[in-house]
């Protein structure tokens, strides 16, 4: 299993990005689907994990602008972020568990907000 992030992008404060995160094989098998986010000097921090029950969470800072969802036809998870602001300035990356064969890393994609 492989997973391949892209998406992002620079916007004004205020406006939307869609990331998209390709898992090669397939997604039925990943149990649990996230997007992280790091900044240089920072921790990676959790923004969003969905389950293969459809179960979503995320963190107060994101709760209602940034929406999680997985389409499994399309082998697919996406995160929609919405009312970006610069705070949210960061490498996103997505992240697949498998619980058969263990957790798997997509490569970071640049979302810059300016405000």
């Known amino acids: 299993v492989q997973l391949q992030a892209s998406g992002g992008g620079s916007v004004q404060a205020g406006g939307s990005l869609r990331l998209s995160c390709v898992v090669s094989?397939?997604?039925?098998?990943?149990?649990?689907m996230s997007w992280h986010r790091q900044t240089p000097g920072k921790q990676r921090e959790l923004v969003a994990v969905i389950g293969d029950n459809g179960n979503t969470n995320y963190p107060d800072s994101v709760k209602g602008r940034f929406t999680i969802s997985r389409d499994n036809a399309k082998n697919t998870a996406y995160l929609q972020m919405n009312s970006l602001r610069p705070e949210d300035t960061a490498v996103y990356y997505c992240y697949g568990y498998s619980a058969t064969s263990g957790p798997y890393w997509g490569q970071g994609t640049q979302v810059t907000v300016s405000s």
């Open positions: 094989g397939s997604i039925s098998t990943v149990n649990v």
